[in-house]
């Protein structure tokens, strides 16, 4: 069963624009699968991922399901989550238990059952020990995994990261990308969609799509969307370290075989 | 950027922090109208000011509070009392006598000061000064949250008259909330403009509004670019102001607090009661 369905939407800012923002974009998520969306700047991806997360209301064209049934206001709102890059500009409460629990009041959760909900999810994203800190004394990443939390808090089934780990220093950024990886294996069900401009975080995903200027131009599997080398880069992207390096080796007569990871091709050039 | 610490919630655990915001924040209103009462005679309100002064005091050291930190607010209120007091001399010539003199004169300069000028000034120095460590203990006791929601309690009835009391309060979380972030980046905005030559400290008063453009300019830029991020992060966690939500923190009424607003309200009525038979001690 497909869990999300986008059928041909198109969308723009003003009526004076010739070409939308968002062309005529269709593709589908199954459940659980972990998509990368990457593309240069400008290229539709925020405006996209609003327009799936219900913050853009309505597209000028096309229909989104929801396992095969138009997706609903109300549904977006209850099944889609979304996390964006500034850290400091999603966290509402006065804490950090407070922010959490900021989705559950608005979801009208009654009092006496959302202290064990808040504990839940912040103990998930590693913040138990934050509960009463106030933003300004936490870091970007904490920040993050505090958004990440109070998402995850409201229960959906898709959640949407618009460059939550942009402006994380590398730390930060490796906590967030374990911890995505963590609650999928935790939570199989669990789909995530993730903008990026980080190669080597889509290269760990299930599957990859390129935008560029409002249309996909690529799907596919990481391992396949970055073979293509040549056209990435007229596109301003660049390709995980891993294959430029393998790339490099080939292309020296080195036979590196099928080799798909880092650590592996460590091994073998050790050898 | 350190000296703003009106409003500063400071972190420890004294029953005036573990008070209810409701009751403090109407406790203070009142006290604050006993401090703005005149009571009788001269030295009828002298008497009752050094009360309130202890009484303030011994709050004040309950919440922690050290002089030297009312002292700090009071900087800002030097200069507003020297021009009160320079009014107050050239205005007040009423016959208030004191010891048996009403004024006296100032050789030098041929200038007589009336007694009353002072007294009056001093009353409104220690009114602001009471005033000042009143909001201090209120600020520095209860944590900004709890301030809106005890506000937020308080105003309720105003939503008959359809003020969208909720909002307000909304409104006013996100404000405390986000002091502390705006703070930072005027922190930043003026070390990026430092660095491109732009002076904050001295120039003549052209320069001085030219940093200041160079100041507001960006913060004003950023602080709308960061609420339309805020009203997307709302939107998208299920916010909607005209819908019902239910509250994480609940406000709870203690016995202690029952106790704490009779005690401000049998003083406030005692003090009412002698200002309107006017008592008078001396
Ligand atoms: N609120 C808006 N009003 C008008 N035009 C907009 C608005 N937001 C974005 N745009 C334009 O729409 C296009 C796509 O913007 P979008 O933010 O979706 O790009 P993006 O792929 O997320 O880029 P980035 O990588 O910089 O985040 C850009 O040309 C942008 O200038
Ligand atoms: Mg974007």
């Given at each position: 069963m497909?869990?999300?369905?986008?059928?041909?939407?198109?969308?723009?800012?003003?009526?004076?624009q010739?070409?939308?923002?968002?062309?005529?974009?269709?593709?589908?998520?199954?459940?659980?699968e972990?998509?990368?969306?990457?593309?240069?700047?400008g290229?539709?991806?925020?405006?996209?991922?609003?327009i799936?997360?219900?913050?853009?209301?309505?597209p000028?064209d096309?229909i989104?399901?929801?396992?095969?049934?138009?997706?609903?206001?109300s549904?977006?709102?209850?099944?889609i989550?979304i996390?964006f890059?500034?850290?400091?500009?999603?966290?509402?409460?006065?804490t950090?238990?407070?922010?959490?629990?900021?989705?559950?009041e608005?979801k009208?959760?009654?009092?006496?059952?959302?202290e064990?909900?808040?504990?839940k999810?912040a103990?998930?994203?590693?913040?138990n020990?934050?509960?009463d800190?106030?933003?300004?004394?936490?870091?970007?990443?904490?920040?993050?995994?505090?958004?990440?939390?109070?998402?995850?808090?409201?229960a959906?089934?898709?959640?949407?990261?618009?460059?939550?780990t942009?402006?994380l220093?590398?730390?930060?950024k490796?906590?967030?990308?374990?911890?995505?990886?963590?609650l999928?294996?935790?939570?199989p069900?669990?789909t995530?969609?993730?903008?990026t401009?980080?190669?080597?975080?889509?290269?760990l995903?299930?599957?990859?799509?390129?935008?560029?200027?409002?249309?996909?131009?690529?799907?596919?599997?990481?391992?396949?969307?970055?073979?293509?080398e040549?056209?990435?880069?007229?596109?301003g992207?660049?390709?995980p370290?891993f294959l430029?390096?393998?790339?490099?080796?080939?292309s020296?007569g080195?036979?590196?075989?099928?080799?798909?990871?880092?650590?592996?091709?460590?091994?073998y050039?050790?050898? | 950027?350190?000296?703003?610490?009106?409003g500063?919630?400071?972190?420890?655990?004294?029953?005036?922090?573990?008070?209810?915001?409701?009751?403090?924040?109407?406790?203070?209103?009142?006290?604050?109208?006993?401090?703005?009462?005149?009571?009788?005679s001269?030295?009828?309100?002298?008497?009752?000011?050094?009360?309130?002064?202890?009484?303030?005091?011994?709050?004040?050291?309950?919440?922690?509070?050290?002089?030297?930190?009312?002292f700090?607010?009071l900087?800002?209120?030097?200069?507003?009392?020297?021009?009160?007091?320079?009014?107050?001399?050239?205005?007040?010539?009423?016959d208030?006598?004191?010891?048996?003199?009403?004024?006296?004169?100032i050789?030098?300069?041929?200038?007589?000061i009336?007694?009353?000028?002072?007294i009056?000034?001093?009353?409104?120095?220690?009114?602001l000064a009471?005033?000042l460590?009143?909001s201090?203990?209120?600020?520095s006791?209860?944590?900004?949250?709890?301030?809106?929601?005890?506000?937020?309690?308080?105003?309720?009835?105003l939503?008959?008259?359809?003020?969208?009391?909720?909002i307000?309060?909304?409104?006013?979380?996100?404000?405390?909330r986000?002091?502390?972030?705006?703070?930072?980046?005027?922190?930043?905005?003026?070390?990026?403009?430092?660095?491109?030559?732009?002076?904050?400290?001295?120039g003549?008063?052209?320069?001085?509004?030219?940093a200041i453009?160079?100041?507001i300019?960006?913060?004003?830029?950023?602080?709308l670019?960061r609420?339309?991020?805020?009203?997307?992060?709302?939107?998208?966690?299920?916010?909607d102001?005209?819908?019902?939500r239910?509250?994480?923190?609940?406000?709870?009424?203690?016995?202690?607090?029952?106790?704490?607003?009779?005690?401000?309200l049998?003083?406030?009525?005692?003090?009412?009661?002698?200002?309107?038979?006017n008592?008078?001690?001396?």
């Open positions: 497909s869990n999300l369905r986008l059928e041909h939407i198109t969308f723009y800012y003003d009526n004076e010739d070409v939308p923002t968002i062309n005529d974009i269709s593709f589908s998520v199954e459940e659980g972990y998509v990368s969306l990457i593309g240069k700047n290229s539709g991806k925020s405006t996209l991922a609003k799936i997360a219900g913050l853009i209301p309505e000028d096309g989104i399901y929801l396992d095969d049934q138009e997706i609903t206001e549904m977006k709102r209850e099944k989550g996390v890059q500034n850290p400091d500009n999603q966290f509402i409460g006065a950090v238990r407070d922010d959490i629990a900021f989705g559950l608005n009208q959760i009654p009092t006496s059952e959302m064990p909900i808040v504990l999810y103990t998930l994203v590693g913040m020990e934050f509960l800190k106030e933003p300004s004394s936490l870091s970007g990443g904490q920040k993050q995994r505090v958004a990440l939390a109070g998402v995850l808090a409201m959906p089934e898709i959640i949407i990261l618009d460059e939550s942009a402006m220093d590398p730390k930060g490796r906590e967030i990308i374990s911890l995505i990886h963590r999928r294996k935790e939570n069900k669990l995530i969609i993730s903008i401009h980080d190669v080597e975080e889509a290269y995903s299930s599957r990859v799509i390129v935008l560029n200027d409002g249309k996909i131009i690529m799907d596919d599997i990481p391992e396949k969307v970055f073979s293509n040549k056209e990435l880069e007229n596109l992207l660049d390709i370290f430029k390096l393998k790339n490099e080796l080939i020296l080195i036979d590196v075989g099928n080799i798909s990871k880092l650590e592996d091709l460590e091994d050039l050790c050898r | 950027m350190n000296n703003i610490s009106l500063r919630y400071s972190q420890y655990d004294t029953l005036l922090h573990r008070m209810d915001p409701r009751g403090k924040i109407v406790s203070m209103i009142i006290c604050m109208v006993m401090v703005f009462f005149s009571y009788g001269l030295w009828t309100n002298l008497i009752v000011y050094a009360f309130l002064m202890v009484g303030i005091y011994i709050l004040m050291r309950i919440a922690h509070i050290s002089l030297k930190q009312l700090k607010q900087k800002v209120v030097w200069m507003m009392m020297i021009i009160i007091l320079i009014i107050n001399i050239f205005t007040i010539k009423d208030l006598s004191i010891f048996g003199y009403v004024s006296f004169t050789p030098g300069i041929n200038l007589t009336y007694y009353s000028a002072l009056t000034t001093f009353y409104v120095f220690v009114r009471l005033m460590a009143l201090l203990i209120l600020t006791t209860t944590k900004p949250m709890d301030l809106t929601y005890g506000l937020e309690w308080l105003m309720h009835p939503k008959w008259i359809k003020v969208p009391v909720h307000i309060a909304m409104m006013i979380s996100l404000t405390l986000f002091i502390p972030t705006l703070l930072d980046e005027t922190d930043r905005i003026m070390k990026a403009q430092a660095s491109r030559g732009v002076d904050f400290q001295e003549k008063f052209k320069e001085k509004v030219r453009i160079a100041l300019i960006p913060l004003i830029a950023s602080s670019s609420s339309v991020d805020l009203a997307y992060a709302m939107i998208a966690r299920g916010y102001p005209d819908k019902k239910t509250r994480y923190r609940v406000l709870k009424w203690h016995v202690r607090d029952s106790i704490g607003s009779i005690v401000v049998a003083l406030f009525t005692l003090l009412l009661i002698a200002m309107i038979f008592f008078t001690i001396i």
